[in-house]
């Protein structure tokens, strides 16, 4: 193997291949990028794989001799990511893993291990594809990742469900005390048939090193995606990203959504967000619960929480209200979380009684539900 | 007490305060900062106090009732912090721990202790003063906070002594392995014979926390030092710094600094840090420790690591030499750490032997002498 590439190119893509290399790696061999040099179509291309993440990507290169090697990701990375723009030749000996890196300061020598060792990523030979517009996934993304569960046990709720909605794919996220819902247009893709009963549910870490891939090479108009009955693969131009999917089915959570509200709220997101980041110093230090006065009257929504040995907080704003005063008590987390993934400078609550969830949903845009439960509290 | 006064006033100085509040206090009340309002000159005074490490900061308000509180210190400033710009309004009824807080959007009210628990910061009645300029303090405090120990069983060698030199007060560290020393020019404290003999070794936390004070309010001209045989005080206009001094003969580290050399070279500093940084890559994996092959002929300095299961590295830079070829090995770190704390274009690098250390001093600007001992390795 011998090539010649740019220092920032090679940097930018190690950086991106390097977050699908697992910290604690079960077999060696993962710990290394496998380094793919392809002399036919001057190529580079660099796989990580964590046996459920796989980052492929690729990108030009003077390559000399083919080749191919795992050298260590984080010992390469940390070489790259220090050394000055300029030109980077890499070269082995046939049948050895000591892969010399020459820069113009001086060199390195890094010991790897062959490329045969490392495991081929999934590919999906027998299966379905939906292409999607970059925006519209990065739109679904961002709008439901947040409320993924975290919990490793939660199994398919620590994932985003993909699904055919009526008008075009649909994102969805729930941990059981929330729920994010993003609908998608692409008329195209709702009328084909053979799409109508997609459903599958993707590990959110996955997911969000497809974002990562994306914003940060932002030449992509679609992103493919393939899937079997287990593995799913995003294909990009130069990148491609593969996760297995998550097993079991993915709670109906349609119904959960109130079709008609008592009280409809219109509120600045920004003003409603920074006022419960302050209330949240207090409830952070009990329960996180912030109590929501909405009052028909005055027009007024009142955040208010009460933390007996700690002390109590009461901000208000000025809201647009149709319908009921209401008191009503959330998770301060949730409410947060949910305002600080839409984009929108307005936000609509939608309520019905101090026991029925609240949907919040962006003033323009595409269609977003964000559902939280409220907590019961005495008064 | 009652008072108003700006909030990015009172974020700015309990940003400052909070760092002598102990993260684990000893006392409830060392987890409160003691805020004084003086209705006769129109200041507040924030004090905070681990028992070792005190700050006092003050600044002007409008206070109508004069009164002294212990409020919860990271609540309070958890809160200011996120508070939009605007006046505050700060009241409690005499002989009662609730404090309201009255902002534009809300209140909040903050349980909090009676300010007669707070312990009084210590005061020097009868010791000595040193005036030292801020700019010559923050140099002194740059070129040699970094060669403190982290080992708090270290005792004075976790702190940096202050002694004065024949021209002026001179600031000296070492953790037994590197040395640094700052020689200020202060011609009026040299020749005061009633300064002769200072000698007072002060904990870097302190000095650190007197850095940030002067870095973030940097109206002031001079510091005055106060010290006796227990405590230090810096006092700067609206600021004070108290410690405890640290107790032991500090080392008489002067002898341990050579004063001729066989090899003297010049580098440029931040290619020898940033050439250091990709080496330190491979020596981290290892034992830190990096080759220096300083050769007269080619005027050039080598740096090479070797780590047997790991890989290898060397670069060459271009120097200025006087003197003979040499080899010698440091632990990467302490050279790295030596090179960001100081602030010339090129540095000088003096050395005798393979066994004896090298002092690396800045070109140009105040005397600051770095040492830094080899490290042995075969052949």
Redesign the interface.
């Known amino acids: 193997m011998k090539l010649t590439c740019d220092r920032s190119t090679l940097n930018n893509n190690l950086s991106l291949a390097i977050h699908a290399v697992p910290s604690r790696p079960t077999h060696p061999v993962l710990a290394n990028i496998r380094l793919f040099a392809d002399a036919d179509n001057q190529r580079i291309q660099l796989t990580a794989f964590d046996l459920s993440l796989g980052i492929r990507t690729s990108f030009a290169a003077t390559v000399d001799e083919s080749g191919e090697i795992a050298i260590?990701a984080k010992?390469l990375n940390?070489?790259v990511s220090?050394?000055?723009d300029g030109p980077i030749s890499l070269e082995n000996k046939p049948d050895e893993t000591?892969t010399t890196l020459t820069c113009l300061?001086?060199?390195?020598?890094?010991?790897g291990m062959s490329s045969e060792e490392f495991p081929e990523l999934p590919s999906i030979d027998d299966g379905k594809t939906i292409t999607i517009g970059v925006e519209t996934l990065v739109e679904g993304l961002r709008g439901t990742l947040f409320s993924t569960s975290g919990d490793e046990t939660k199994q398919v709720l620590t994932g985003v469900h993909l699904s055919m909605g009526h008008h075009g794919l649909e994102f969805a996220a729930t941990d059981g005390h929330r729920l994010a819902v993003v609908e998608t247009i692409d008329d195209d893709a709702a009328a084909d048939e053979s799409l109508k009963d997609v459903a599958v549910t993707i590990p959110a870490n996955a997911l969000r090193e497809l974002e990562r891939a994306i914003v940060k090479h932002n030449g992509d108009e679609v992103v493919k995606l393939h899937f079997d009955d287990s593995q799913v693969v995003f294909e990009l131009e130069d990148q491609r990203v593969t996760s297995r999917k998550l097993d079991g089915s993915y709670p109906a959570y349609r119904q959960l959504i109130p079709q008609q509200f008592e009280t409809q709220v219109s509120v600045d997101r920004r003003q409603l967000l920074?006022?419960l980041?302050?209330i949240a110093?207090?409830a952070d230090?009990k329960n996180n619960i912030v109590k929501f006065t909405l009052d028909d009257k005055s027009q007024t929504l009142a955040?208010s929480v009460d933390a007996a040995?700690?002390?109590?907080?009461?901000?208000?704003?000025t809201v647009q209200l149709v319908g009921n005063s209401l008191t009503i008590a959330f998770n301060v987390r949730y409410v947060m979380e949910s305002l600080r993934n839409l984009q929108s400078t307005e936000v609509q609550l939608q309520l019905n009684t101090p026991t029925s969830p609240v949907i919040i949903t962006p003033l323009g845009g595409t269609k977003m539900t964000h559902l939280v439960m409220p907590v019961q509290i005495r008064d």
Chains 1, 2 share one sequence.
Do not use: A, F, M
């Open positions: 260590p010992l940390d070489i220090r050394l000055p000591l300061t001086g060199n390195y020598e890094l010991r920074s006022t980041e302050r110093v207090i230090r955040l040995d700690v002390g109590s907080g009461k901000e208000s704003l």
